[in-house]
Protein backbone atom coordinates (compact mmCIF):
# COMPACT_ATOMS: atom_id res chain seq x y z
CA UNK A 1 0.00 0.00 0.00
CA UNK A 2 1.07 3.47 -0.67
CA UNK A 3 -1.00 4.64 1.82
CA UNK A 4 -1.29 8.57 1.59
CA UNK A 5 -0.23 10.05 -1.05
CA UNK A 6 0.34 13.89 -1.97
CA UNK A 7 1.18 16.12 -5.18
CA UNK A 8 3.13 18.56 -5.65
CA UNK A 9 5.45 18.28 -2.70
CA UNK A 10 6.28 22.21 -3.06
CA UNK A 11 4.93 24.67 -4.98
CA UNK A 12 5.13 28.55 -5.06
CA UNK A 13 2.31 30.65 -6.29
CA UNK A 14 1.98 34.17 -6.82
CA UNK A 15 -1.15 35.86 -5.49
CA UNK A 16 -4.44 35.40 -7.85
CA UNK A 17 -3.00 32.42 -9.11
CA UNK A 18 -5.79 28.98 -8.80
CA UNK A 19 -4.23 25.22 -7.93
CA UNK A 20 -5.73 22.23 -7.00
CA UNK A 21 -3.45 20.28 -4.50
CA UNK A 22 -3.99 16.09 -4.67
CA UNK A 23 -4.17 13.59 -2.69
CA UNK A 24 -5.25 10.12 -2.46
CA UNK A 25 -5.26 6.96 -0.12
CA UNK A 26 -5.35 3.56 -0.99
CA UNK A 27 -6.30 2.08 2.12
CA UNK A 28 -9.93 2.19 1.70
CA UNK A 29 -11.05 4.89 4.25
CA UNK A 30 -14.07 7.17 4.67
CA UNK A 31 -13.08 9.77 6.27
CA UNK A 32 -10.20 12.27 4.71
CA UNK A 33 -9.27 15.56 5.70
CA UNK A 34 -7.11 18.56 4.78
CA UNK A 35 -5.29 21.00 7.72
CA UNK A 36 -2.82 23.44 7.33
CA UNK A 37 0.56 23.58 9.84
CA UNK A 38 1.75 26.84 10.54
CA UNK A 39 4.54 28.15 13.10
CA UNK A 40 3.54 28.28 16.78
CA UNK A 41 -0.52 27.15 15.52
CA UNK A 42 -0.51 23.57 15.23
CA UNK A 43 -2.11 21.89 12.50
CA UNK A 44 -5.85 23.48 11.54
CA UNK A 45 -8.93 21.54 9.99
CA UNK A 46 -9.57 23.21 6.30
CA UNK A 47 -12.12 20.56 5.26
CA UNK A 48 -12.96 17.00 5.85
CA UNK A 49 -15.22 14.51 4.41
CA UNK A 50 -16.96 11.55 5.67
CA UNK A 51 -17.38 9.48 2.59
CA UNK A 52 -17.50 10.05 -1.07
CA UNK A 53 -20.28 12.89 -2.15
CA UNK A 54 -20.12 14.02 1.30
CA UNK A 55 -17.97 17.35 2.01
CA UNK A 56 -17.75 19.72 5.22
CA UNK A 57 -15.79 22.99 6.61
CA UNK A 58 -13.35 22.74 9.16
CA UNK A 59 -11.88 25.65 11.50
CA UNK A 60 -10.28 27.61 8.57
CA UNK A 61 -12.29 26.78 5.08
CA UNK A 62 -11.99 30.22 3.73
CA UNK A 63 -10.26 30.29 0.26
CA UNK A 64 -10.75 26.77 -0.18
CA UNK A 65 -12.59 24.42 -1.86
CA UNK A 66 -12.93 20.41 -1.87
CA UNK A 67 -14.82 17.93 -3.45
CA UNK A 68 -14.65 13.90 -3.11
CA UNK A 69 -15.89 12.29 -6.20
CA UNK A 70 -14.67 9.23 -5.18
CA UNK A 71 -13.03 7.39 -1.56
CA UNK A 72 -9.68 7.44 -3.03
CA UNK A 73 -9.28 11.13 -3.91
CA UNK A 74 -9.38 14.21 -1.92
CA UNK A 75 -8.37 17.29 -3.88
CA UNK A 76 -8.09 20.86 -2.44
CA UNK A 77 -8.56 23.56 -4.30
CA UNK A 78 -6.85 27.17 -3.64
CA UNK A 79 -9.27 29.73 -5.33
CA UNK A 80 -6.96 32.49 -5.53
CA UNK A 81 -4.40 32.17 -3.50
CA UNK A 82 -2.85 34.81 -0.92
CA UNK A 83 0.02 35.30 1.04
CA UNK A 84 -1.53 34.29 4.15
CA UNK A 85 -2.21 30.83 2.51
CA UNK A 86 1.79 30.22 2.41
CA UNK A 87 1.81 27.11 4.71
CA UNK A 88 2.29 23.21 4.91
CA UNK A 89 -0.32 21.36 3.83
CA UNK A 90 -1.69 17.75 4.99
CA UNK A 91 -4.39 16.02 3.63
CA UNK A 92 -4.80 12.71 6.36
CA UNK A 93 -7.39 9.74 6.17
CA UNK A 94 -8.75 7.51 8.77
CA UNK A 95 -11.07 4.27 8.72
CA UNK A 96 -14.42 5.73 10.67
CA UNK A 97 -16.96 8.38 9.05
CA UNK A 98 -15.61 10.57 11.94
CA UNK A 99 -12.89 12.40 13.23
CA UNK A 100 -10.83 10.80 16.40
CA UNK A 101 -12.31 7.41 16.41
CA UNK A 102 -9.51 5.73 14.92
CA UNK A 103 -5.68 6.78 13.82
CA UNK A 104 -5.34 9.11 11.15
CA UNK A 105 -3.06 8.24 8.62
CA UNK A 106 -0.76 12.33 7.39
CA UNK A 107 0.58 12.32 3.73
CA UNK A 108 4.07 13.85 3.41
CA UNK A 109 2.55 17.04 2.95
CA UNK A 110 2.66 19.98 0.29
CA UNK A 111 4.76 23.13 1.07
CA UNK A 112 3.52 25.99 -0.60
CA UNK A 113 4.54 29.66 -0.74
CA UNK A 114 2.52 32.31 -2.27
CA UNK A 115 4.29 35.54 -3.43
CA UNK B 1 -7.63 30.59 25.17
CA UNK B 2 -6.43 27.64 22.92
CA UNK B 3 -8.72 24.50 23.07
CA UNK B 4 -5.55 22.43 23.55
CA UNK B 5 -2.37 24.06 24.92
CA UNK B 6 1.29 22.72 25.01
CA UNK B 7 4.48 24.18 26.21
CA UNK B 8 6.34 24.59 22.76
CA UNK B 9 9.94 23.92 24.27
CA UNK B 10 12.21 23.48 22.56
CA UNK B 11 13.35 20.45 25.30
CA UNK B 12 17.11 19.77 25.73
CA UNK B 13 17.40 16.91 27.72
CA UNK B 14 20.85 14.14 27.77
CA UNK B 15 20.32 10.52 26.47
CA UNK B 16 19.04 7.90 28.85
CA UNK B 17 17.15 10.86 30.69
CA UNK B 18 13.52 11.18 31.54
CA UNK B 19 11.50 13.96 29.90
CA UNK B 20 7.81 14.48 30.80
CA UNK B 21 5.37 17.05 28.64
CA UNK B 22 1.84 17.85 29.93
CA UNK B 23 -1.04 19.41 27.38
CA UNK B 24 -3.78 21.40 28.51
CA UNK B 25 -7.36 21.65 26.76
CA UNK B 26 -10.25 23.82 27.77
CA UNK B 27 -13.12 21.07 27.06
CA UNK B 28 -13.83 19.45 29.43
CA UNK B 29 -16.35 17.81 27.10
CA UNK B 30 -13.38 16.06 25.21
CA UNK B 31 -13.58 12.26 25.14
CA UNK B 32 -10.45 11.23 23.13
CA UNK B 33 -6.91 12.23 23.38
CA UNK B 34 -3.55 10.97 21.58
CA UNK B 35 0.01 12.09 21.45
CA UNK B 36 1.57 12.17 17.97
CA UNK B 37 5.00 12.55 16.88
CA UNK B 38 6.34 14.76 14.02
CA UNK B 39 9.52 14.42 12.76
CA UNK B 40 11.45 17.39 11.51
CA UNK B 41 9.90 18.29 7.70
CA UNK B 42 7.93 14.97 8.08
CA UNK B 43 4.08 14.40 8.65
CA UNK B 44 2.70 13.51 12.41
CA UNK B 45 2.06 9.92 13.06
CA UNK B 46 0.16 8.29 15.90
CA UNK B 47 2.78 7.83 18.83
CA UNK B 48 -0.52 6.27 21.46
CA UNK B 49 -3.48 6.90 22.88
CA UNK B 50 -4.55 8.19 25.64
CA UNK B 51 -6.98 5.97 27.82
CA UNK B 52 -8.80 7.08 31.09
CA UNK B 53 -6.85 4.49 33.34
CA UNK B 54 -2.83 5.46 31.68
CA UNK B 55 -1.39 3.71 29.47
CA UNK B 56 2.40 2.29 28.55
CA UNK B 57 4.12 1.59 25.82
CA UNK B 58 7.70 0.29 26.04
CA UNK B 59 9.38 3.83 27.23
CA UNK B 60 6.29 5.60 26.83
CA UNK B 61 3.74 6.25 29.31
CA UNK B 62 0.54 8.41 28.96
CA UNK B 63 -1.68 9.90 31.83
CA UNK B 64 -4.99 11.32 31.71
CA UNK B 65 -6.20 13.65 33.84
CA UNK B 66 -10.13 14.77 33.42
CA UNK B 67 -10.83 16.81 36.83
CA UNK B 68 -7.74 18.74 36.18
CA UNK B 69 -8.08 18.66 32.12
CA UNK B 70 -4.73 17.68 31.12
CA UNK B 71 -2.78 14.74 29.70
CA UNK B 72 1.15 14.25 29.99
CA UNK B 73 3.47 11.90 28.28
CA UNK B 74 6.52 10.50 29.89
CA UNK B 75 9.83 9.34 28.16
CA UNK B 76 11.83 7.11 29.82
CA UNK B 77 15.82 6.47 29.27
CA UNK B 78 15.20 8.43 26.60
CA UNK B 79 17.04 7.70 22.85
CA UNK B 80 18.93 9.93 20.31
CA UNK B 81 15.73 8.77 18.00
CA UNK B 82 12.86 10.12 20.40
CA UNK B 83 14.44 13.62 19.03
CA UNK B 84 10.84 15.11 17.53
CA UNK B 85 8.15 17.27 17.78
CA UNK B 86 5.38 16.09 20.53
CA UNK B 87 1.72 16.39 19.41
CA UNK B 88 -1.19 16.78 21.87
CA UNK B 89 -4.52 15.83 20.19
CA UNK B 90 -7.61 15.84 21.50
CA UNK B 91 -11.65 15.22 20.10
CA UNK B 92 -13.24 17.83 20.21
CA UNK B 93 -16.34 20.09 18.82
CA UNK B 94 -15.95 22.52 16.19
CA UNK B 95 -18.48 24.09 14.96
CA UNK B 96 -21.41 22.01 16.01
CA UNK B 97 -19.06 18.46 14.73
CA UNK B 98 -16.53 16.18 15.67
CA UNK B 99 -13.14 17.27 15.40
CA UNK B 100 -9.78 16.61 16.06
CA UNK B 101 -8.10 19.61 17.57
CA UNK B 102 -3.88 19.84 17.52
CA UNK B 103 -1.66 21.79 20.45
CA UNK B 104 1.21 23.41 18.89
CA UNK B 105 3.70 20.87 19.33
CA UNK B 106 6.78 20.31 21.86
CA UNK B 107 10.08 19.96 20.42
CA UNK B 108 12.43 17.31 22.15
CA UNK B 109 15.91 17.27 21.15
CA UNK B 110 17.94 14.40 23.20
CA UNK B 111 21.47 15.34 23.22
CA UNK B 112 24.45 12.71 23.43
Known amino acids: NAGVTQTPKFQVLKTGQSMTLQCAQD?????MSWYRQDPGMGLRLIHY???????DQGEVPNGYNVSRSTTEDFPLRLLSAAPSQTSVYFC??????????????FGPGTRLTVL | RKEVEQDPGPFNVPEGATVAFNCTYS??????FFWYRQDCRKEPKLLMS???SGNEDGRFTAQLNRASQYISLLIRDSKLSDSATYLC?????????????FGQGTRLTINP
Open chain 2, 50 to 52: VYS
Open chain 1, 27 to 31: MNHEY
Open chain 1, 49 to 55: SVGAGIT
Open chain 2, 89 to 101: VVRGVIQGAQKLV
Open chain 1, 92 to 105: ASSYSGAAGYNEQF
Open chain 2, 27 to 32: NSASQS
